[in-house]
């Protein structure tokens, strides 16, 4: 099993900036992508960002360019910078991990087996 916390969410003002952080625990010896996916009320889950044990990253469209994913392998933590928010950019967002991931499946939310409860970002004004 593999558990992950995330923490970092909050109230923010638009053009705000927020970092949020994703504890991975347990058994992630075959974790090899980890991602990040936010929803927002009525809509589909959807990709944020991705980085691999590798390092590579990728970005939803909508976030390229004002968020950034990283990871400390030390900690067993990736996180998520966000700035320049918007209020679309308002939902709960949810860190994922992949166990064996090959690289055409990175962006696809079933290649996610383990994910956290979530965390709420609320962008207003």
């Known amino acids: 099993q593999v558990q992950l916390v995330e923490s970092g969410g909050g109230l923010v003002q638009p053009g705000g900036s927020l970092r949020l952080s994703c504890a991975a625990s347990?058994?992630?010896?075959?974790?090899?992508?980890m991602g990040w996916y936010r929803q927002a009320p009525g809509k589909q889950r959807e990709l944020v960002a991705t980085?691999?044990?590798?390092?590579?990253?990728n970005y939803a469209d909508s976030v390229k360019g004002r968020f950034t994913i990283s990871r400390d392998n030390a900690e067993n933590t990736v996180y998520l910078q966000m700035n320049s928010l918007k209020p679309e950019d308002q939902a709960i967002y949810y860190c994922?991990?992949?166990?064996?991931?090959?690289?055409?499946?990175?962006?696809?939310?079933?290649?996610?087996?383990?994910w956290g409860q979530g965390t709420q970002v609320t962008v207003s004004s």
């Open positions: 347990g058994s992630i010896f075959r974790v090899n992508a």
């Open positions: 994922a991990a992949g166990l064996l991931v090959v690289e055409r499946a990175l962006s696809r939310s079933n290649s996610y087996l383990y």
């Open positions: 980085i691999t044990s590798g390092g590579s990253t």
